[in-house]
């Protein structure tokens, strides 16, 4: 999980986009709910040293002080988590919490904690601008919709790297050297992406975990007063409820788990299948481009239309074109715009105009498609998603790749992957050679054994998180179900099938899985 391309669900970047975030927020709601616990990790997970319930009791049993917070209907408050879970009675974290509560009619079930994806997507932003107000509104009625903006992301405590004006220049360095000295121009900027994070977040830089996070949401379950967790994690976000499994199995309610990621899978295994999921989705856009007379790619088969994005791409790299701004359409900026419109195919429609413009020398369209992508507004001003990006990824799993050599190496297996992206994708993986925290979590398989009923969805055409992760998943979990939607884009509930939301739907207001192999268009 340490390329540029982010595991998030894409509404969350247009949640971001409202600017729907949450102002300043004060801690400290008592429960009967289960308190700390040790936690059981299998083998191969990541947690930190269990310590005593005794000196995780002051966590568990504060009080959340909620308060109004910009958006109407909205409450915020602030929760405080041990910095180091080893270290219980040192320094504190405080983390970001929103939630809108149930709206009824019919009997409040509880919580439910949503998370978007990323790492490094804001879940407080994503419930203010969507979640809480567009979730089907049979759950809206029954839940307290809740987010915690993970540790490291957005209002908790966030990791700071690089500033505004050199996350411009960060953004567009170009990921396919074509000779050594640009190799060691990419080499570099990771290196100073990284040194930047140290030095400007070296305390919260080694705490920023998935396993971490998931720790924080068992402190939140109980203070909110719920005995179990009820969930939906969309693409990274399934790693995190995932994770949450394995570590309090007894504790998982409703877990929906859409967008899978595989965790068994190193970061270069994941890479290179994230390559190919890109290639699917590209696929499907181009063949359904080609069939338009007004297709910038051309008019005969998606083969052309590769060959000629690609051959597009190359011309950017030499001759960047204007945007209407100081900042010119360069290669990257062009690949980033073409990957963000994978994630929907509503988005379709604006790649094929910004492809149709860029040809014609004007890259505004695609550059706005890369923006949003980054999360950076009409100011300039970058939100923090790709540093935690990073940091978390990094963190979360070794290295894909240790040295330049290693990733001209892999060259040809990404390019199979991928002609049009694999290059790109390939040296993307780079961005946590350097990184100054030593990774603390290996792949491994989780199983969550005791767990209750846990649904798991995937996207045969999804480019993020492929199918076969979510087909994996379901088989590792001890009671996972996989529910399949047949179609495009990043993730499935919400998107459009009443089928996919009808089953949710269920299972989250009645705990009653979907059949075995059920499938929905």
Known sequence: MDTRQLLRT??????????????????????????????????????????????????????????????????????????????????????????????????????????????????????????????????????????????????????????????????????????????????????????????????????????????????????LGDAKLSYVGASYGTFLGATYAELYPDRVGRLVLDGAVDPSLSSRRMNRDQTAGFETAFQSFAADCVQKPDCPLGTTSPADAAGRLKDFFAELDAHPVATGESRRLTESLATTGVIAAMYDESTWPSLRDGLTQAMKGDGSGLLTLSDTYYERNDDGAY??????????????????????????????????????????????????????????????????????PILVVGTTRDPATPYAWAQSLAGQLSSGTLLTYDGDGHTAYGRGSDCIDTAINTYLLEGTTPPAGKACD
Request: aromatic fraction near 8%; include cysteine.
């Open 383 to 452: 939100s923090n998603l790709m540093p935690a990006f990073a940091a978390v990824s990094c963190l979360d799993q070794p290295p894909a790749f240790s040295s330049p050599a290693e990733v001209a190496a892999a060259l040809p297996d990404f390019e199979k992957a991928s002609p049009v992206f694999g290059e790109g994708f390939a040296w993307s993986s780079l961005n946590c050679a350097s990184w100054p925290t030593p990774a603390s979590g290996v792949p491994h398989r989780i199983v969550a054994k005791g767990a209750d």
């Open 10 to 223: 894409s509404a969350v970047t247009f949640a971001t986009a409202l600017g729907l975030l949450i102002t300043g927020c004060s801690a400290d709601s008592s429960s009967d709910a289960p308190g700390p616990a040790e936690t059981s990790p299998a083998p191969g997970a990541s947690a930190p040293s269990p310590v005593s319930s005794a000196a995780l009791k002051p966590y568990y049993t504060q009080r959340l002080t909620w308060r109004a917070c910009g958006v109407p209907g909205f409450e915020c408050a602030t929760l405080k988590a041990p910095l180091d879970y080893a270290k219980p009675d040192g320094p504190s974290v405080k983390l970001a919490v929103a939630r809108v509560k149930a709206t009824g009619p019919g009997k409040r079930i509880g919580s439910l904690l949503v998370n978007p994806g990323g790492p490094g997507g804001s879940a407080v932003a994503y419930l203010q601008g969507y979640a809480g107000i567009g979730y089907p509104a049979p759950v809206r009625a029954r839940y307290d919709m809740v987010a915690i903006d993970p540790r490291g992301v957005a209002r908790s405590e966030p990791v700071e790297c690089l500033d505004d004006k050199q996350m411009d220049t960060y953004t567009q360095v170009d990921l396919t050297p074509d000779d050594q000295a640009e190799i060691n121009e990419l080499d570099t900027a990771y290196k100073g992406f990284a040194a930047s994070c140290e030095k400007r977040s070296a305390a919260v830089l080694p705490h920023v975990s998935t396993v971490e996070a998931a720790r924080d949401m068992d402190v939140l379950r109980a203070v």
